[in-house]
């Protein structure tokens, strides 16, 4: 009888454990659909930010020198686009960590700066000048005391 019930126990727990995994996989099967997909986006973002970098540069006639320097910029933004869309996010991952190994003060400086942009797209800034505020019948607030008239 005790021999039974630990036989049913174990093909309950590895049921149990098939059910879970299979759940895992599907959890990171999806997880990295999303994540391919934004890849793809930021690919696409980063594109359009060397076709601008590349029309500015086509602006600047009067400097030629500024004009190389743009186009060199857009050259390098479209071949980060192609690494970005090409790479495996776990391959980016392990190109990252050997660049943070070889250059860990660009790495920490890169990280202060994310951060800082980061931040500042959360918060919203610079914040936008609020209008004044109003009551419920649409006049504005005073703020502070009136002062009175000196007779």
Do not use: C
């Not at 994540?35 to 930010?49: H, N, P, S």
């Not at 495996?88 to 700066?113: C, H, N």
Request: aromatic share 6%.
């Amino acid at each position: 009888m005790a021999k039974a019930k630990r036989t049913r126990r174990a093909r309950t727990t590895s049921h149990r454990k098939a059910a879970g995994n299979r759940i895992f996989d599907d959890a990171l099967s999806l997880a990295s659909t999303l994540a391919d997909g934004r890849k793809r986006a930021g690919a696409d973002r980063i594109v359009e930010l060397a076709s601008a970098t590349r029309d500015f540069g086509a602006t600047l006639d009067d400097f030629p020198q500024l004009r190389h320097y743009s186009d060199t910029a857009a050259d390098n933004l479209d071949d980060l686009a192609d690494y970005v869309a090409k790479t495996d996010i776990p391959d980016m991952l392990e190109d990252f960590a050997g660049f943070a190994k070889r250059q860990p003060v660009a790495t920490l400086t890169l990280g202060v700066a994310a951060g800082l942009a980061f931040t500042q797209l959360m918060h919203g800034w610079p914040v936008p000048v609020k209008a004044r505020a109003k009551t419920s019948n649409g006049r504005v607030k005073r703020r502070g005391r009136r002062r009175k008239a000196l007779h």
